[in-house]
């Protein structure tokens, strides 16, 4: 990852977390930003982690500027800037690991989680997305979950195991923490044992239809409720 990468995906992040301490009641929710846990299947790293009795809201935030094109299905995404084209993952796959991440560390049903993809930048979204994927709206969206699925006490004992369970932060450590998650995302990705999405067994398989038929690649053992592929 570049600097400039860098530094953008960071301004992203802290307007995710200025717009949480402005517009939502720390009475009621409970934001953990940038949170790093140590799983079963390597690292991830979450954006922002907000815990209220209407469920536990996990946000990936993106910095992005220009067209953008995708769907729920697809593993990525486009990007269209002045004319040129990048790829970058479906963020709501990325999402979908951490929320699996996060329900395997705290053992807690994944229909009370929520999941936000939220776009910061100067963006404009060209094909139809899901309802929480959004460029605007981010907190009138949490404040529309009004169903409690937490009681007071385990909402603190939620927030108590992730503040604990969190890989180190702070200026040196925070470089630590997040130079060994992106190794870990490197051996996942390149891993042809275990899918990087939801942590099941990869298999070799064959095409049998369109225009990759009779090409192999590697597809999740999970299938159909995890979809990642990945060709050879």
């Known amino acids: 990852m570049s600097i400039k990468s860098f530094i953008k995906g960071w301004v992203g992040e802290a307007a995710g977390a200025l717009a949480q301490e402005i517009f939502l009641d720390s009475k009621t929710y409970f934001k953990l930003n940038n949170v790093t846990l140590q799983t079963t299947n390597g690292t991830t790293q979450i954006d922002h982690v907000i815990v209220s009795q209407y469920g536990i809201f996990v946000v990936e935030s993106k910095n992005m500027d220009g067209w ?10 486009t990007q269209n800037l002045y004319g ?4 970058f993952q479906n963020p709501i796959h990325q999402n979908y690991r ?3 991440s996060l329900q395997e560390f705290l053992v807690i049903e994944e229909e ?24 605007n709206g981010y907190i009138n969206y949490i404040k529309s979950f009004t169903e409690a ?6 909402v603190q004992e939620i927030v108590e195991a992730l503040k604990t369970g969190m890989m180190p932060k702070g200026i040196i450590r925070s470089w630590q923490t997040r130079a060994q998650h992106l190794q870990s995302l490197q051996d996942r990705h ?18 049998k239809n369109g225009t990759n038929a009779g090409k192999q690649f590697y597809g999740c053992t999970g299938y159909p409720s995890c979809r990642y592929a990945r060709n050879i």
């Not at 275990?194 to 990869?202: I, N």
Request: glycine letters at 4%; hydrophobic letters at 35%.
């Open 68 to 77: 953008i094109f995708g769907d729920a299905k697809s593993t990525l995404w």
């Open 84 to 87: 040129k084209k990048y790829q």
């Open 98 to 100: 951490h929320i699996k």
């Open 112 to 135: 009370k989680f929520k999941s936000i993809v939220m776009f910061w930048g100067k963006c404009e979204f060209k094909t139809q997305l899901p309802q929480n994927v959004m460029h």
């Open 149 to 154: 699925v937490f009681s007071t006490q385990e």
């Open 190 to 207: 390149s891993s042809t044992t275990t899918c990087p999405k939801c942590g099941k067994e990869l298999v070799l398989r064959t095409a």
